[in-house]
């Protein structure tokens, strides 16, 4: 069955740098295209970036182009997400997500918190 593991979440103070990781099995990891999403308090589940199957073409949202970066090692099956200059804003739980014939399928979530 299709599984998401996440890790890397915890406290950073305003500026610093988290990098999520993403552990995904039972499915073809190497022949879809891969999510992160988050979800912050009293707020909608909302796209952070993806990244297709090869790893040749990334989107981000908006609000944290320049900052955050997708990433996949398909040899592993991962997909990572390097988070630098956070701000208080960037609090949520992050999941995982893959489409996998016409389901969606989500990770538990890993709680991000930006405070001083």
């Known amino acids: 069955q299709v599984q998401l593991v996440e890790s890397g979440g915890g406290l950073v103070q305003p500026g610093g740098s988290l990098k999520l990781s993403c552990a995904a099995s039972?499915?073809?990891?190497?022949?879809?295209?891969m999510s992160w999403y988050r979800q912050g308090p009293g707020k909608e589940r909302e796209l952070v970036a993806s990244i297709t199957s090869a790893g040749r073409r990334t989107i981000y949202a908006d609000s944290v182009k320049a900052r955050f970066t997708i990433s996949r090692d398909n040899a592993n099956n991962m997909v990572l997400l390097q988070m630098n200059s956070l701000k208080p804003e960037d609090t949520a739980v992050y999941y995982c997500?893959?489409?996998?014939?016409?389901?969606?399928?989500w990770g538990q979530g890993t709680q991000v918190t930006v405070s001083s």
């Open positions: 039972g499915f073809t990891f190497s022949s879809v295209d």
């Open positions: 997500n893959v489409v996998w014939y016409t389901r969606n399928y």
